[in-house]
Protein backbone atom coordinates (compact mmCIF):
# COMPACT_ATOMS: atom_id res chain seq x y z
CA UNK A 1 0.00 0.00 0.00
CA UNK A 2 1.31 3.61 -0.83
CA UNK A 3 0.59 5.93 1.65
CA UNK A 4 -0.29 9.31 1.55
CA UNK A 5 2.97 11.00 1.48
CA UNK A 6 3.97 9.19 -1.30
CA UNK A 7 3.65 9.98 -4.99
CA UNK A 8 1.69 7.38 -6.56
CA UNK A 9 0.97 7.18 -11.08
CA UNK A 10 -2.53 6.43 -11.11
CA UNK A 11 -4.90 6.55 -14.05
CA UNK A 12 -7.79 8.61 -13.35
CA UNK A 13 -9.94 8.92 -16.36
CA UNK A 14 -12.06 12.10 -15.74
CA UNK A 15 -9.75 12.71 -12.83
CA UNK A 16 -6.76 13.41 -14.34
CA UNK A 17 -3.59 11.58 -14.34
CA UNK A 18 -0.44 10.88 -12.65
CA UNK A 19 -1.54 12.15 -9.36
CA UNK A 20 -0.36 11.52 -6.08
CA UNK A 21 -1.85 11.36 -2.89
CA UNK A 22 -3.29 8.45 -0.33
CA UNK A 23 -3.94 5.23 -2.24
CA UNK A 24 -5.05 1.99 -1.19
CA UNK A 25 -4.27 -1.46 -2.59
CA UNK A 26 -7.95 -2.23 -2.63
CA UNK A 27 -7.52 -5.91 0.18
CA UNK A 28 -10.14 -3.98 2.44
CA UNK A 29 -13.75 -5.65 2.95
CA UNK A 30 -15.39 -5.39 -0.28
CA UNK A 31 -12.73 -3.77 -2.05
CA UNK A 32 -11.46 -0.56 -3.69
CA UNK A 33 -15.00 0.12 -5.29
CA UNK A 34 -17.40 -1.11 -2.63
CA UNK A 35 -18.09 1.86 -0.32
CA UNK A 36 -17.73 -0.48 2.37
CA UNK A 37 -17.95 -3.94 3.92
CA UNK A 38 -19.74 -6.40 1.96
CA UNK A 39 -20.62 -8.66 4.85
CA UNK A 40 -21.40 -8.44 8.34
CA UNK A 41 -21.71 -5.94 10.72
CA UNK A 42 -20.04 -3.22 12.75
CA UNK A 43 -17.69 -4.63 15.33
CA UNK A 44 -17.06 -2.40 18.52
CA UNK A 45 -14.26 0.32 18.75
CA UNK A 46 -10.81 -1.34 19.28
CA UNK A 47 -11.48 -4.80 17.77
CA UNK A 48 -10.65 -5.63 14.48
CA UNK A 49 -12.69 -7.70 12.07
CA UNK A 50 -12.15 -11.34 11.73
CA UNK A 51 -11.41 -11.15 7.68
CA UNK A 52 -13.67 -13.38 6.92
CA UNK A 53 -15.47 -11.22 4.36
CA UNK A 54 -13.98 -10.85 0.32
CA UNK A 55 -10.11 -9.53 0.85
CA UNK A 56 -9.85 -10.58 4.56
CA UNK A 57 -8.99 -7.89 7.16
CA UNK A 58 -8.84 -3.72 6.08
CA UNK A 59 -5.89 -2.20 6.97
CA UNK A 60 -7.97 0.40 8.32
CA UNK A 61 -9.72 -1.27 10.80
CA UNK A 62 -6.35 -2.43 12.16
CA UNK A 63 -6.50 -0.84 16.54
CA UNK A 64 -4.21 1.34 18.72
CA UNK A 65 -2.07 -1.45 20.62
CA UNK A 66 -2.04 -0.25 24.48
CA UNK A 67 -3.40 2.72 25.91
CA UNK A 68 -2.86 6.13 24.81
CA UNK A 69 0.36 8.14 25.27
CA UNK A 70 -0.59 11.17 27.32
CA UNK A 71 2.00 14.17 27.08
CA UNK A 72 2.52 16.63 29.67
CA UNK A 73 6.13 17.47 29.41
CA UNK A 74 8.79 19.20 27.41
CA UNK A 75 10.92 16.28 27.01
CA UNK A 76 7.99 14.24 26.26
CA UNK A 77 6.83 16.00 23.37
CA UNK A 78 10.13 16.66 22.03
CA UNK A 79 10.45 12.66 21.79
CA UNK A 80 7.33 12.24 20.08
CA UNK A 81 7.96 14.88 17.63
CA UNK A 82 11.25 12.91 17.03
CA UNK A 83 9.20 9.72 16.64
CA UNK A 84 6.77 11.16 14.26
CA UNK A 85 9.74 11.97 11.75
CA UNK A 86 9.64 10.19 8.64
CA UNK A 87 6.30 9.07 9.00
CA UNK A 88 4.23 10.04 5.15
CA UNK A 89 1.16 10.74 7.49
CA UNK A 90 -0.41 11.50 10.71
CA UNK A 91 -3.69 12.02 11.93
CA UNK A 92 -4.66 14.78 14.06
CA UNK A 93 -7.73 15.90 15.88
CA UNK A 94 -8.01 18.67 18.93
CA UNK A 95 -10.42 19.28 21.38
CA UNK A 96 -10.98 22.97 22.15
CA UNK A 97 -13.25 25.49 23.64
CA UNK A 98 -14.30 29.15 22.57
CA UNK A 99 -17.62 29.81 24.37
CA UNK A 100 -16.31 32.52 26.28
CA UNK A 101 -13.51 33.58 24.65
CA UNK A 102 -12.59 35.52 21.30
CA UNK A 103 -9.80 32.88 20.83
CA UNK A 104 -10.43 29.24 20.76
CA UNK A 105 -8.94 27.87 23.88
CA UNK A 106 -6.72 24.87 22.45
CA UNK A 107 -7.52 21.38 25.73
CA UNK A 108 -6.03 18.70 23.61
CA UNK A 109 -4.38 17.34 20.73
CA UNK A 110 -4.54 14.18 19.47
CA UNK A 111 -1.95 12.34 16.77
CA UNK A 112 -2.37 9.33 15.42
CA UNK A 113 0.71 7.52 13.20
CA UNK A 114 2.59 4.31 12.20
CA UNK A 115 5.83 2.59 13.05
CA UNK A 116 8.15 1.21 10.46
CA UNK A 117 8.74 -1.02 8.95
CA UNK A 118 6.71 -3.04 11.62
CA UNK A 119 3.36 -1.10 10.84
CA UNK A 120 2.59 -0.86 14.32
CA UNK A 121 -0.16 1.81 15.28
CA UNK A 122 0.42 5.03 17.90
CA UNK A 123 -1.63 7.03 19.39
CA UNK A 124 -0.71 10.35 21.81
CA UNK A 125 -2.47 12.79 23.68
CA UNK A 126 -0.63 16.20 23.88
CA UNK A 127 -2.08 17.92 26.87
CA UNK A 128 -1.55 21.94 25.95
CA UNK A 129 -2.49 23.13 29.45
CA UNK A 130 0.19 21.08 30.65
CA UNK A 131 3.52 21.79 28.00
CA UNK A 132 3.26 24.52 25.22
CA UNK A 133 1.99 23.12 22.04
CA UNK A 134 3.59 25.34 19.79
CA UNK A 135 6.78 22.72 19.15
CA UNK A 136 4.01 20.31 16.68
CA UNK A 137 4.96 23.32 14.28
CA UNK A 138 7.68 21.06 13.65
CA UNK A 139 5.47 18.26 12.46
CA UNK A 140 2.92 20.74 10.92
CA UNK A 141 5.67 21.50 8.64
CA UNK A 142 7.03 18.88 7.43
CA UNK A 143 6.30 17.38 3.76
CA UNK A 144 3.89 14.77 5.59
CA UNK A 145 -0.16 14.23 5.38
CA UNK A 146 -2.60 15.29 7.77
CA UNK A 147 -5.28 13.52 7.51
CA UNK A 148 -8.25 14.80 9.61
CA UNK A 149 -12.06 14.67 9.44
CA UNK A 150 -13.90 17.85 8.75
CA UNK A 151 -10.69 19.72 9.54
CA UNK A 152 -11.92 23.79 9.11
CA UNK A 153 -12.05 24.18 13.15
CA UNK A 154 -8.94 22.40 13.86
CA UNK A 155 -6.78 24.65 11.34
CA UNK A 156 -7.98 27.71 12.80
CA UNK A 157 -6.93 26.72 16.71
CA UNK A 158 -3.15 24.97 14.78
CA UNK A 159 -2.34 28.19 13.09
CA UNK A 160 -3.21 29.76 16.56
CA UNK A 161 -1.37 27.53 18.92
CA UNK A 162 1.45 26.68 16.80
CA UNK A 163 1.52 29.54 14.47
CA UNK A 164 1.71 27.14 11.18
CA UNK A 165 -0.53 24.99 8.74
CA UNK A 166 0.46 21.49 7.91
CA UNK A 167 2.09 21.16 4.25
CA UNK A 168 -0.69 19.32 3.05
CA UNK A 169 -4.04 17.91 4.09
CA UNK A 170 -5.86 14.78 3.74
CA UNK A 171 -10.11 16.01 4.86
CA UNK A 172 -11.97 12.41 5.07
CA UNK A 173 -14.80 14.49 5.17
CA UNK A 174 -14.49 16.60 1.93
CA UNK A 175 -13.17 13.35 0.28
CA UNK A 176 -15.96 10.89 1.33
CA UNK A 177 -17.97 13.83 -0.43
CA UNK A 178 -17.28 12.77 -3.62
CA UNK A 179 -18.47 8.92 -2.84
CA UNK A 180 -21.85 10.70 -2.28
CA UNK A 181 -21.35 11.04 1.45
CA UNK A 182 -22.92 14.67 2.13
CA UNK A 183 -21.29 16.16 5.82
CA UNK A 184 -20.86 12.61 6.85
CA UNK A 185 -19.31 12.19 10.40
CA UNK A 186 -16.29 10.48 11.47
CA UNK A 187 -19.04 7.74 13.43
CA UNK A 188 -20.95 6.87 10.56
CA UNK A 189 -17.95 6.78 7.94
CA UNK A 190 -15.96 4.33 10.31
CA UNK A 191 -18.78 2.42 10.36
CA UNK A 192 -19.79 2.29 6.89
CA UNK A 193 -15.66 1.65 5.30
CA UNK A 194 -14.51 0.01 8.14
CA UNK A 195 -16.91 -1.97 10.14
CA UNK A 196 -15.63 -0.56 13.75
CA UNK A 197 -18.47 1.70 15.26
CA UNK A 198 -16.73 4.33 17.83
CA UNK A 199 -17.15 5.00 21.76
CA UNK A 200 -20.05 7.72 21.47
CA UNK A 201 -18.53 10.87 24.11
CA UNK A 202 -20.28 13.60 26.23
CA UNK A 203 -20.15 15.97 23.30
CA UNK A 204 -21.17 18.46 26.22
CA UNK A 205 -18.07 17.53 27.98
CA UNK A 206 -15.35 19.66 29.42
CA UNK A 207 -12.06 19.13 27.93
CA UNK A 208 -10.29 21.93 30.35
CA UNK A 209 -10.82 19.86 33.46
CA UNK A 210 -7.77 17.90 34.55
CA UNK A 211 -7.44 15.13 35.24
CA UNK A 212 -9.10 13.49 32.36
CA UNK A 213 -11.25 10.90 33.00
CA UNK A 214 -10.95 6.83 31.30
CA UNK A 215 -13.59 7.72 29.01
CA UNK A 216 -13.08 11.15 28.02
CA UNK A 217 -9.02 9.54 27.46
CA UNK A 218 -11.08 6.56 25.27
CA UNK A 219 -13.03 8.98 23.45
CA UNK A 220 -10.28 11.49 22.60
CA UNK A 221 -7.82 8.63 20.87
CA UNK A 222 -11.04 6.76 19.11
CA UNK A 223 -10.57 9.99 17.47
CA UNK A 224 -7.72 9.34 15.67
CA UNK A 225 -6.70 5.84 15.89
CA UNK A 226 -9.08 4.80 12.73
CA UNK A 227 -8.66 8.21 10.59
CA UNK A 228 -5.19 6.53 9.13
CA UNK A 229 -7.42 3.49 7.99
CA UNK A 230 -10.54 5.56 6.79
CA UNK A 231 -8.43 7.52 4.71
CA UNK A 232 -7.29 4.80 2.81
CA UNK A 233 -10.07 2.74 2.53
CA UNK A 234 -11.84 6.40 0.81
CA UNK A 235 -8.83 7.03 -1.41
CA UNK A 236 -8.94 3.61 -3.04
CA UNK A 237 -12.18 4.60 -3.83
CA UNK A 238 -11.47 7.64 -4.95
CA UNK A 239 -9.01 6.36 -7.14
CA UNK A 240 -10.99 3.34 -8.18
CA UNK A 241 -13.76 6.37 -10.14
CA UNK A 242 -11.22 8.71 -10.51
CA UNK A 243 -11.96 11.33 -8.24
CA UNK A 244 -9.07 11.21 -6.17
CA UNK A 245 -7.24 14.67 -7.45
CA UNK A 246 -10.44 16.19 -7.08
CA UNK A 247 -10.47 15.43 -3.52
CA UNK A 248 -6.68 16.51 -3.00
CA UNK A 249 -7.55 19.89 -4.99
CA UNK A 250 -10.78 20.55 -2.44
CA UNK A 251 -8.48 19.57 0.66
CA UNK A 252 -5.58 22.19 -0.99
CA UNK A 253 -8.24 24.92 -0.87
CA UNK A 254 -9.54 24.28 2.07
CA UNK A 255 -5.51 24.54 3.25
CA UNK A 256 -5.34 27.38 1.62
CA UNK A 257 -8.09 29.25 3.04
CA UNK A 258 -6.91 32.43 5.04
CA UNK A 259 -6.92 32.20 8.77
CA UNK A 260 -7.11 35.26 10.10
CA UNK A 261 -10.24 36.74 12.23
CA UNK A 262 -12.59 38.93 10.78
CA UNK A 263 -11.53 42.17 9.74
CA UNK A 264 -12.84 44.76 12.56
CA UNK A 265 -14.53 46.68 10.12
CA UNK A 266 -16.46 43.86 8.23
CA UNK A 267 -17.40 42.76 11.50
CA UNK A 268 -21.03 44.66 11.15
CA UNK A 269 -21.70 42.36 7.93
CA UNK A 270 -22.19 39.54 10.48
CA UNK A 271 -25.09 41.73 12.75
CA UNK A 272 -28.87 40.18 12.06
CA UNK A 273 -30.81 43.17 9.92
CA UNK A 274 -27.99 44.75 9.09
CA UNK A 275 -29.88 45.00 5.86
CA UNK A 276 -31.94 47.78 7.78
CA UNK A 277 -29.36 50.02 8.29
CA UNK A 278 -29.25 52.99 6.12
CA UNK A 279 -27.29 56.57 5.80
CA UNK A 280 -25.19 57.31 8.25
CA UNK A 281 -26.25 54.37 10.35
CA UNK A 282 -24.05 51.61 8.65
CA UNK A 283 -21.23 54.20 9.52
CA UNK A 284 -21.55 53.96 12.75
CA UNK A 285 -22.50 50.23 12.84
CA UNK A 286 -19.23 49.72 11.49
CA UNK A 287 -17.27 51.67 13.69
CA UNK A 288 -18.83 50.59 16.55
CA UNK A 289 -18.46 46.65 15.82
CA UNK A 290 -14.86 47.69 14.85
CA UNK A 291 -14.10 48.76 18.62
CA UNK A 292 -16.24 46.29 19.60
CA UNK A 293 -14.46 43.28 17.44
CA UNK A 294 -10.94 44.95 18.76
CA UNK A 295 -12.02 45.16 22.11
CA UNK A 296 -12.50 41.61 22.23
CA UNK A 297 -10.09 40.04 20.09
CA UNK A 298 -7.55 42.09 23.51
CA UNK A 299 -9.73 40.79 26.29
CA UNK A 300 -10.22 37.41 24.67
CA UNK A 301 -13.49 37.09 25.03
CA UNK A 302 -17.03 37.35 23.17
CA UNK A 303 -18.02 40.35 21.18
CA UNK A 304 -21.51 39.90 22.53
CA UNK A 305 -19.97 40.35 25.84
CA UNK A 306 -18.36 43.58 25.47
CA UNK A 307 -21.47 45.02 23.50
CA UNK A 308 -24.72 43.23 22.58
CA UNK A 309 -25.88 43.06 19.21
CA UNK A 310 -29.05 44.84 20.07
CA UNK A 311 -27.31 47.61 21.50
CA UNK A 312 -25.18 48.00 18.59
CA UNK A 313 -27.97 48.22 16.92
CA UNK A 314 -29.80 50.63 18.68
CA UNK A 315 -26.61 52.95 18.75
CA UNK A 316 -26.65 52.47 14.92
CA UNK A 317 -30.34 53.42 14.35
CA UNK A 318 -30.76 56.43 17.23
CA UNK A 319 -27.27 57.47 17.88
CA UNK A 320 -26.76 58.81 21.46
CA UNK A 321 -25.78 62.35 21.48
CA UNK A 322 -24.46 62.36 24.92
CA UNK A 323 -23.24 59.65 27.02
CA UNK A 324 -26.26 59.93 29.68
CA UNK A 325 -28.18 59.85 26.57
CA UNK A 326 -25.70 56.32 25.95
CA UNK A 327 -26.48 55.02 29.01
CA UNK A 328 -30.35 54.64 28.33
CA UNK A 329 -30.27 53.12 24.78
CA UNK A 330 -31.40 49.76 24.22
CA UNK A 331 -29.59 46.76 25.05
CA UNK A 332 -27.06 48.46 27.23
CA UNK A 333 -26.00 46.72 30.37
CA UNK A 334 -24.06 48.77 33.38
CA UNK A 335 -21.36 45.71 32.40
CA UNK A 336 -20.80 47.05 28.82
CA UNK A 337 -19.72 50.17 30.06
CA UNK A 338 -17.06 49.71 32.87
CA UNK A 339 -14.07 51.09 32.35
CA UNK A 340 -13.28 53.51 29.44
CA UNK A 341 -16.23 52.05 27.23
CA UNK A 342 -18.33 54.78 27.32
CA UNK A 343 -15.75 57.57 26.04
CA UNK A 344 -14.71 54.86 23.51
CA UNK A 345 -18.11 53.57 22.52
CA UNK A 346 -18.96 57.70 21.89
CA UNK A 347 -15.91 58.05 20.12
CA UNK A 348 -16.62 55.22 17.66
CA UNK A 349 -19.91 56.96 17.23
CA UNK A 350 -18.40 60.50 15.82
CA UNK A 351 -16.12 58.27 13.87
CA UNK A 352 -19.05 56.67 12.04
CA UNK A 353 -20.82 59.96 11.54
CA UNK A 354 -17.95 61.83 10.00
CA UNK A 355 -17.05 58.45 7.95
CA UNK A 356 -15.82 59.89 4.59
CA UNK A 357 -17.15 58.47 0.91
CA UNK A 358 -15.81 56.02 0.26
CA UNK A 359 -14.69 54.56 3.60
CA UNK A 360 -18.12 52.36 3.84
CA UNK A 361 -17.11 48.29 3.72
CA UNK A 362 -19.88 46.97 2.49
CA UNK A 363 -20.02 43.05 1.37
CA UNK A 364 -19.59 42.45 -2.05
CA UNK A 365 -22.90 40.84 -2.67
CA UNK A 366 -24.77 41.63 -5.96
CA UNK A 367 -29.09 41.26 -6.15
CA UNK A 368 -29.86 39.09 -8.63
CA UNK A 369 -31.11 40.44 -12.02
CA UNK A 370 -34.64 39.12 -12.44
CA UNK A 371 -34.12 38.02 -15.96
CA UNK A 372 -31.39 35.97 -14.21
CA UNK A 373 -33.94 34.22 -11.99
CA UNK A 374 -35.47 31.26 -14.53
CA UNK A 375 -31.64 30.08 -15.46
CA UNK A 376 -30.56 30.13 -11.48
CA UNK A 377 -33.56 27.68 -10.79
CA UNK A 378 -33.24 25.45 -13.20
CA UNK A 379 -29.32 25.30 -12.88
CA UNK A 380 -29.74 24.55 -8.95
CA UNK A 381 -32.59 21.76 -10.39
CA UNK A 382 -29.72 20.15 -12.29
CA UNK A 383 -26.97 20.32 -9.75
CA UNK A 384 -29.50 18.40 -7.54
CA UNK A 385 -30.04 15.63 -10.13
CA UNK A 386 -26.56 15.71 -10.81
CA UNK A 387 -25.28 15.22 -6.98
CA UNK A 388 -27.28 12.28 -7.30
CA UNK A 389 -26.35 10.80 -10.65
CA UNK A 390 -22.64 11.35 -10.26
CA UNK A 391 -22.91 10.57 -6.12
CA UNK A 392 -21.34 13.63 -5.11
CA UNK A 393 -22.01 15.77 -2.68
CA UNK A 394 -24.36 18.63 -3.47
CA UNK A 395 -22.47 21.54 -1.67
CA UNK A 396 -19.52 19.92 -2.91
CA UNK A 397 -20.33 19.98 -6.54
CA UNK A 398 -22.40 23.80 -6.38
CA UNK A 399 -23.92 25.50 -4.17
CA UNK A 400 -26.37 28.69 -5.13
CA UNK A 401 -23.93 31.17 -4.57
CA UNK A 402 -21.80 29.81 -7.26
CA UNK A 403 -24.33 29.25 -9.69
CA UNK A 404 -25.47 32.70 -9.38
CA UNK A 405 -21.45 33.72 -9.57
CA UNK A 406 -21.38 31.58 -12.75
CA UNK A 407 -24.02 32.79 -14.85
CA UNK A 408 -23.53 36.33 -13.61
CA UNK A 409 -19.96 35.73 -15.44
CA UNK A 410 -18.05 36.69 -12.03
CA UNK A 411 -14.15 36.66 -11.96
CA UNK A 412 -12.78 33.66 -10.48
CA UNK A 413 -16.05 31.69 -10.06
CA UNK A 414 -15.80 28.41 -8.92
CA UNK A 415 -17.57 26.76 -11.25
CA UNK A 416 -14.88 27.72 -14.25
CA UNK A 417 -12.27 26.54 -12.36
CA UNK A 418 -10.88 22.79 -11.40
CA UNK A 419 -12.51 19.70 -11.28
CA UNK A 420 -15.82 21.66 -11.57
CA UNK A 421 -15.68 23.46 -14.79
CA UNK A 422 -15.64 20.12 -16.79
CA UNK A 423 -18.64 18.23 -14.54
CA UNK A 424 -20.38 21.48 -13.46
CA UNK A 425 -19.49 24.81 -15.51
CA UNK A 426 -19.29 23.58 -19.01
CA UNK A 427 -23.22 22.02 -19.24
CA UNK A 428 -24.57 24.95 -17.39
CA UNK A 429 -22.74 27.22 -19.84
CA UNK A 430 -24.33 25.23 -22.55
CA UNK A 431 -27.69 25.38 -20.77
CA UNK A 432 -27.36 29.57 -20.27
CA UNK A 433 -26.31 30.02 -23.96
CA UNK A 434 -29.36 28.22 -25.07
CA UNK A 435 -27.01 25.24 -26.57
CA UNK A 436 -28.97 22.70 -24.00
CA UNK A 437 -32.21 22.24 -21.98
CA UNK A 438 -33.76 20.42 -19.62
CA UNK A 439 -36.53 17.77 -19.73
CA UNK A 440 -37.87 14.91 -17.48
CA UNK A 441 -37.34 11.57 -19.10
CA UNK A 442 -40.35 10.74 -17.89
CA UNK A 443 -39.38 8.95 -14.34
CA UNK A 444 -39.22 12.16 -12.55
CA UNK A 445 -35.14 12.22 -13.80
CA UNK A 446 -33.82 15.57 -15.27
CA UNK A 447 -31.46 14.71 -18.70
CA UNK A 448 -29.40 17.81 -20.24
CA UNK A 449 -30.61 17.76 -24.02
CA UNK A 450 -28.66 18.99 -26.68
CA UNK A 451 -31.28 21.30 -28.50
CA UNK A 452 -28.80 22.05 -31.97
CA UNK A 453 -28.34 18.78 -32.42
CA UNK A 454 -32.12 17.45 -31.59
CA UNK A 455 -30.33 14.46 -29.54
CA UNK A 456 -30.34 14.56 -25.81
CA UNK A 457 -27.84 13.10 -23.28
CA UNK A 458 -28.16 12.86 -19.56
CA UNK A 459 -26.24 14.32 -16.64
CA UNK A 460 -24.78 10.83 -15.85
Given at each position: ??????????????????????????????????????SGGPVPDGTVPDGTGPGGPSLGARALVGPPEIVTTKDGLASLID????????????????????????????????????????????????????????????????????????????????????????????????????????????ERFLRVRLTKGDRLTDWSRRPL????????????????????????????????????????????????????????????????????????????????????????????MVLADLALLSIAHSPPATVPALRETRGIDARHLRGNAEEEIMAAVAKGKALPPGSLRLAQTQPMSKELRPAVTLATAWVAQLSRDEEVDAALLATRTDVVDFLSGKPAARLGEGWRAGLVGAPLRRLANGEASLALDGHGRLLLEDRLRGQHRSVS
Open positions: MAALGERVSTSEGAGGTNTGGLVSDGTGPGGPSSGGPSRLEGSPEYALDTEFHRERTYWPRLALVQLAWRSKPEGQQHVALVDPLAVDPEPLSQVLARPSVMVAHAATQDLEVLAHACGVLPSHLFDTQIAAGFLGYGSASLTSLTTPSQISYAASDVTHLLGLAHEISAQLVARGRLSWAEEECATLLARPQNPVDPHEAWWKLRDNRHLQGVSRGIAQEVAAWREEKARTLDIQPR
